[in-house]
């Protein structure tokens, strides 16, 4: 029998801004059959079926990604040959390196999955003991078995029913209704919910669901079926139906508006708030510069001046909706209009029927005519007000055989415009700062976090509350000489530009004193020096904390130091047990960065294979409800549920969701929305060693055997790793630095090679001062070594250690 798995096939597209196809997988020219060459540059809606273009997906999937840079759901896409293929999307939103944004899509065919097995026996006692009626159908519709409830609530014989369909059951109008149901979910695959129709009798109601039933391997076998009688449910509900839905939809709107600061979003979402719920077409039109952001007079022009339409929704689609309700298109209105009398005197105006819109403006509008020809018979003109000032219209109407409007709409209309006139200005003034700040931001933390040999790297960034404020909290991950990598974490006082314009000094600090190798000790205090330097202006001294750590792959040693930061934390996961366990890493704590002349001390220590390191700033544990010691006790808390091997994804996740608001997403970047009053930096490393094979290491007396013999393990060792292509200049080039340390630091010598993505040499010798590259004349016999070295090697270096120095130099891989 085939697995579930067999059958799923997924196919990965990838999208413009402007939805067109830049990349066709050959998966998913499998599933709709259009080969990449024909499908790429082409829009993706073309792909969709006539009935899914209909539900305008394209600005429903990208309004929702721009909200939350993600979305899910299904799609009836138009198969090559013609056919309807159902697939299931998950889109992200993404930006490459230039920032331009673009869509990455993955499909999966979802038809023909559902398959269910019967226990009879547990079937048997359902249909004997359920107070619901149940029934099972063939794939003709006709009745296999119902029980006893069924046989009550149709008032028919289960004798009479079994072998016979609905239509040969049931009256004809309730018959024709439930087939249509059944046909549906049998040519869908969809279950039908809670699906109110009559009762047969034509008294009372009843809720029927229906879905399909299919054997393993996905062969249709019927339908089930389960009425249930809902007519006192029903009554009661009609009774405070009406009042629900506008409490609802007050609730909705607030919802969809309330984290918005986009004047075109916000405009958007409100319309496609209302509509259907409360009209049928929706339309809000903008004074031009509500939309720039601009500053508003005293007093907005009336006539003359054309309105900006920049939200719309209507139950249908066609040439009529577009010319009464394209979104971007000025508007004008004529001065004695009621639309103008909205603008004038900031009242809605409400017409009835069809004759009161004809004579809402000039006679032969074609927007009016739009309508008509929509079968719209009332629209309702109300002001979107704000601080007194009309920003605008929301134009609302209903079509068909739906209710006109009645003063109760009114009332309801001007309550949601009055709530989207203060989101709007809202945004308005949020327009001004917003680019700003947000360009700031973005610069301002990493653009790209590097994955480096023997480290997995999880990170995440939560703004505070305050979206127009850009916090001082960043985080930075370094590759270093020799394979070891700098983690860092800071937090600069304060809010506000200003904050984040010193959070990137200080962070551009660090990075160029980190390519000097200095120890994380050596590199805070010579950070510390520059803090008058560093602070954001000569009345506002420098205020901040850091924890600086660098991690060596090759050996599995931490060496970490902090300037008054949080405690850095230690995960390990027990072999035997799996259990988690977290601990503090202890250390001086250190003076904040600005203080003045203190001295920082640093840590070493080894860590085990797989444990993680977690650095963070203080807005996840500290609240001013709680000492800071329950916060960090609920973050070691977390950090320790689950066991066996940390995922580190799902690891910065769970520790996000502790902020009052935290929302996680992916691994890459800022995440989710407003967290706690502080903004949150969380860097989560998690901690291995190199292979075996990777690295060696010797030490050889101060003789004149070692050149020699450096040359000669050094030959080996490469041979034994297939790296033969190197062994002439990697033989060359540590006899150079092995001579000069043999002549000038009378001490041992070590050398060591890391094999990783290239070749690191390292000769250590116990004279601290580095080497110089000097241009020895003609006749010179030596000096020309580190020179050699500089030209030869990709990158090479020197750095200090407790005793001596390090000389090292990287040779690329062959290939």
């Known amino acids: 029998m085939d697995s579930l798995l067999d059958t799923l096939r997924l196919g990965v597209v990838i999208l413009d801004a402007r939805g067109r196809v830049l990349l066709w997988s050959p998966t998913t020219e499998e599933l709709l059959g259009w080969r990449g060459e024909e499908a790429t540059g082409r829009p993706f809606a073309e792909f969709l079926a006539e009935d899914e273009l209909l539900r305008e997906p394209s600005p429903r999937v990208y309004a929702e990604l721009r909200r939350g840079r993600l979305w899910r759901g299904v799609l009836r896409a138009r198969h090559q040959a013609g056919h309807v293929v159902e697939v299931e999307g998950y889109a992200s939103l993404l930006e490459d390196a230039d920032g331009e944004p673009f869509i990455l899509a993955n499909v999966i065919e979802i038809s023909r999955l559902r398959a269910i097995e019967h226990d009879l026996a547990a079937l048997d006692a359902l249909f004997d003991s359920s107070p619901l009626g149940l029934a099972l159908f063939d794939e003709q519709q006709r009745f296999v078995r119902a029980n006893r409830a069924m046989e009550e609530l149709y008032d028919t014989p289960l004798e009479r029913m079994v072998g016979r369909t609905v239509a040969e059951v049931l009256p004809a109008a309730t018959a024709r209704e439930i087939a249509e149901a059944q046909s549906t979910v049998l040519s869908t695959g969809r279950t039908l919910v809670d699906r109110v129709i009559r009762a047969p009798s034509g008294h009372g109601h009843r809720s029927m669901s229906y879905s399909r039933l299919t054997d393993r391997s996905g062969q249709v076998l019927g339908t089930s079926c389960t009425v249930m009688d809902i007519t006192e449910r029903r009554e009661a509900l009609e009774n405070v139906e009406r009042a629900r839905q506008r409490l609802a939809l007050l609730d909705d709107v607030g919802l969809a508006l309330g984290d918005l600061l986009d004047v075109r979003k916000i405009s958007g979402a409100l319309a496609e708030a209302i509509v259907p719920r409360f009209c049928d077409y929706a339309g809000v039109m903008l004074h031009g510069a509500i939309a720039t952001g601009d500053e508003l007079p005293a007093r907005l022009p009336i006539v003359g001046v054309p309105l900006l339409q920049l939200g719309a929704a209507g139950k249908r689609s066609g040439p009529e909706v577009d010319r009464m309700l394209r979104v971007g298109q000025d508007i004008a209105f004529a001065p004695r209009s009621f639309f103008a009398a909205t603008l004038a005197t900031g009242r809605p105006h409400l017409a009835r029927s069809q004759e009161d819109l004809l004579a809402t403006t000039y006679p032969g509008d074609p927007k009016v005519q739009a309508a008509m020809d929509l079968g719209i018979h009332s629209l309702m003109a109300v002001p979107l007000s704000a601080r007194g000032i009309v920003l605008g219209l929301l134009v609302i109407s209903r079509a068909d055989e739906r209710e006109a409007f009645d003063e109760d709409d009114v009332a309801l209309a001007m309550e949601l415009a009055r709530r989207a006139g203060v989101s709007l200005d809202n945004a308005r003034l949020y327009a001004r700062e917003r680019e700003g700040a947000l360009m700031l931001q973005r610069s301002l933390l990493p653009q790209r976090v590097p994955s480096p040999p023997g480290l997995h790297i999880g990170y995440r960034y939560v703004p505070g509350s305050s979206a127009a404020e850009v916090g001082g909290d960043w985080f930075d ?241 490469l041979h034994e790793w297939g790296l033969e292509a190197l062994t002439d200049e990697a033989v060359l080039l540590v006899s150079e630095l092995v001579t000069n340390s043999l002549r000038y630091a009378h001490g041992p010598i070590g050398v060591r090679m890391v094999r990783g993505g290239s070749l690191l040499v390292e000769v250590s010798d116990p004279l601290p001062d580095p080497p110089e590259i000097r241009t020895p004349a003609d006749d010179d016999e030596g000096g020309r070594g580190v020179q050699l070295v500089a030209q030869s090697a990709r990158r090479w270096g020197t750095r200090h250690g407790p005793i001596g120095k390090t000389v090292w130099f990287e040779l690329p891989l062959p290939g």
């Open 477 to 717: 991950v370094i590759p270093l000489a020799g394979g070891r990598v700098a983690l860092v974490v800071g937090d600069v006082m304060g809010h506000g530009l200003r904050a984040a314009a010193t959070m990137g000094r200080l962070r551009t600090a660090v990075r160029t004193l980190a390519a000097s190798d200095l120890s994380p000790d050596a590199l805070l205090r010579r950070v510390n020096e520059l803090a008058d330097d560093l602070a954001p202006d000569p009345e506002e001294p420098l205020m901040a904390t850091c924890v600086y750590a660098v991690y060596d792959p090759s050996t599995r040693c931490c060496t970490l130091a902090k300037a008054g930061h949080v405690p850095p934390l230690l995960l390990t996961v027990d072999a035997a047990t799996g259990r988690r366990r977290t601990e503090a890493v202890e250390l001086p704590s250190g003076a904040p960065l600005g203080v003045g002349d203190v001295a920082f001390e640093a840590v070493e220590f080894a860590v085990e294979e797989g444990a993680a390191l977690v650095l963070y700033t203080d807005g996840l544990i500290e609240s001013r409800h709680e000492d800071i010691s329950e916060g960090l006790g609920r973050l070691r808390e977390r950090l320790t549920e689950g066991e066996g091997e940390l995922d580190i994804e799902s690891l910065c996740d769970d520790v996000i969701a502790l902020l009052p608001h935290g929302a996680p997403g992916g691994g890459h970047g800022t995440h989710g929305g407003p967290g706690g009053p502080d903004d949150v930096a969380l860097l989560v490393a998690q901690l291995s060693g190199m292979p075996g094979d990777s690295a060696a290491s010797w030490t050889f007396p101060a003789e004149r055997t070692a050149v020699r013999r450096a040359r000669g393990v050094v030959r080996t060792t």
